[in-house]
């Protein structure tokens, strides 16, 4: 063999170790073929697309009840409308909402935490992490669902189920990525195969989801509770009262405590009364600064009832506060004056503390 000869041979050791590393496979082109360019399978393109659909759903529901709690609408605030309940009185659901109200905060950020699952949803790349964020938020509600017996109690399940359904096709990728093993690019697959349908939704779904997800901010300032500019707010011990006490205490219907709402709930506010036979009569009231007040009251609470019980009758009342903060109603049969009284409304003034201090645990 001469010496200028090409050395056709196979090749040696060290010009196989000097041969360059492929590297890893490529990802799935953004046509939605395979690498060899075939079409992929039809029930794997219905299974995308019944994951979008998913989505879609999912968007819905964790943006209506997300937007519910952002502006305190879902459990509202602590009220004192609902000072007169006592502990044995409520239903587990009416603690609960109760317990959340008297926290706005928390109630915000977890609608913000719903809000913001529902809007990852929104993208492909992003649906993952909207589905395991959801699924931890509805995981959470099917929880307090089930402790306080809550009657959405399979919707919240479903919903969290639906959303580790979002997250199942990443879910792989994600525990490489926790494990510190390379995971290389994502490819996300498309719902939609056709091109020219794709080019369409691709830009039209995702900025509609983003209008939709956004649009409830502008009625905020119609919908969020506002308080009451009056003095009438306040919870009310009776201290006289002119109606002739009944002869048994069973069978007495005085009014022995008053708690007016704080709050502006489409034109009322709530209302209870404590009766000195010890019924709990709750309603709504609306009033003006001329001294006129209109009580609208259910009928006695006792056992289940209706959320949205029709009132039983109507009050016609004047008020009054006189220099020392006691109360003047008269009207209709009933002429009393009733005071202030801090221990009824001993949650709501307390107020925060950061600095340490002894527990007030009452």
């Known amino acids: 063999m001469s010496p200028d000869s090409t050395d056709h041979g196979p090749p040696t050791s060290a010009s196989a170790s000097s041969a360059p590393d492929p590297g890893p496979a490529e990802p799935v082109p953004s046509s939605g073929r395979t690498e060899d360019g075939a079409r992929p399978r039809w029930w794997v393109t219905a299974l995308w697309m019944g994951h979008g659909l998913l989505r879609m759903g999912l968007f819905s529901y964790l943006l209506v009840y997300g937007w519910t709690k952002l502006i305190l609408m879902q ?16 239903s587990p659901m009416g ?8 926290a706005p905060t928390v109630q915000f950020l977890s609608g913000l935490v719903e809000v913001l699952a529902a809007v990852l949803l929104i993208w492909r ?4 992490l909207g589905g395991l964020l959801g699924a931890g938020a509805m995981g959470v509600v099917f929880l307090l669902n089930m402790a306080y017996d809550v009657p959405v109690k399979q919707l919240a399940l479903a919903m969290a189920i639906g959303c580790l359904l979002v997250a199942l096709p990443e879910l792989r990728r994600l525990g490489g990525f926790l494990a510190g093993r390379p995971v290389g690019a994502i490819t996300p697959p498309r719902p939609v195969p056709w091109p020219r349908v794709h080019a369409f939704t691709r830009w039209v779904f995702g900025s509609l989801g983003v209008l939709i997800a956004v649009a409830p ?3 905020v300032p119609m919908m969020w509770p506002s308080e009451l500019d009056s003095p009438l707010p306040g919870v009310y011990r009776v201290v006289e009262d002119t109606a002739e006490p009944a002869g048994q205490l069973a069978e007495d219907e005085r009014w022995q405590a008053i708690a007016f709402g704080q709050y502006d709930h489409g034109d009322m506010s709530q209302l209870a009364i404590r009766t000195a036979d010890g019924d709990l009569l709750e309603g709504t009231y609306t009033h003006d600064s001329g001294g006129g007040l209109e009580l609208r009251l259910r009928e006695p609470l006792k056992g289940d009832r209706p959320l949205n019980q029709e009132p039983r009758e109507t009050v016609e009342l004047t008020w009054q506060l006189d220099d020392g903060g006691r109360l003047h ?4 049969g009933h002429e009393l004056i009733a005071e202030p009284d801090p221990e009824l409304t001993y949650l709501h003034d307390r107020g925060f503390r950061w600095a340490p201090g002894p527990p007030v645990n009452r």
Request: charged share 25%; glycine share 12%; no cysteine.
């Open 329 to 332: 109603l008269e009207g209709e």
């Open 217 to 219: 901010s502008a009625a």
């Open 125 to 128: 790349r992003t649906a993952w």
């Open 75 to 90: 459990m509202g605030q602590a009220d004192y409308g609902r000072a007169l309940t006592t502990m044995g009185e409520k």
């Open 95 to 102: 603690l609960l909402w109760d317990f959340i109200a008297y």
